[in-house]
């Protein structure tokens, strides 16, 4: 089961367990789709069939039967995953805009995240999964084809360097790991030097066995 649960929280986010009549329930919240349908239905005044609908976001078990189910158990159950999602909720919503837009405004001083903006442009059948799968080689050769497409660079050349110093600028002292001599630097020992050295000591190690 831990395995479902993480392959199911892998796909939709958050999941949510909850009891009913002495039986465990686990479900999702409603995507956008399912939203809208059910809001057109709560228009029409057709309760019963909005809360019937919202049932489809039970994930366990997964042989689920709403005729398993006494009517106010199927309602209760509903009604949690209506609330959840908080299709009925404005301030929720309003929330869930703020955090979003905070973390698109995070995201876009990311140069790789705008570079991944720009090749999805270009090339609409990849997702940003593909992106992130990628290798650096074949997502710089995606790069170099988009350029060759639009007759202009996405990437300054001194871009690349720039992005690199400030990601190792962001790295935590303490979390950089550098070999010298053939042995790795103790916690004390990474103390004792600068972020600006231990960077260099870590590109002259990677540059040495590149070479």
Not at 5 to 22: H, M, P
Not at 35 to 44: N, R, V
Not at 49 to 73: K, Q
């Amino acid at each position: 089961m831990n395995g479902k649960i993480k392959e199911w929280k892998k796909k939709y986010g958050k999941v949510y367990k909850t009891k009913a009549e002495g039986k465990e329930y686990i479900f999702r919240t409603l995507n956008v789709g399912e939203t809208c349908e059910i809001l057109a239905l709560f228009q029409k005044n057709s309760i019963e069939e909005a809360e019937d609908f919202a049932l489809r976001a039970v994930l366990y078990p997964e042989d689920f039967n709403l005729d398993n189910l006494s009517n106010v158990a199927a309602k209760k159950l509903a009604e949690q995953i209506l609330e959840l999602s908080r299709i009925f909720d404005p301030r929720g919503i309003q929330e869930i805009i703020v955090k979003a837009r905070e973390h698109a405004s995070e995201s876009l001083k990311n140069d790789f995240f705008r570079w991944k903006l720009d090749l999805m442009g270009i090339f609409p059948s990849y997702k940003l999964s593909d992106l992130d799968d990628m290798s650096i080689q074949e997502f710089f050769k995606l790069i170099a084809l988009a350029e060759e497409m639009l007759g202009k660079k996405l990437i300054n050349d001194g871009k690349i360097e720039e992005s690199v110093q400030t990601v190792e600028a962001e790295v935590p002292k303490e979390e950089l790991i550098a070999k010298q001599g053939g042995k790795f630097l103790s916690q004390k020992e990474l103390e004792m030097i600068s972020a600006d050295s231990a960077t260099n000591s870590l590109m002259q190690h990677w540059k040495k066995h590149k070479g």
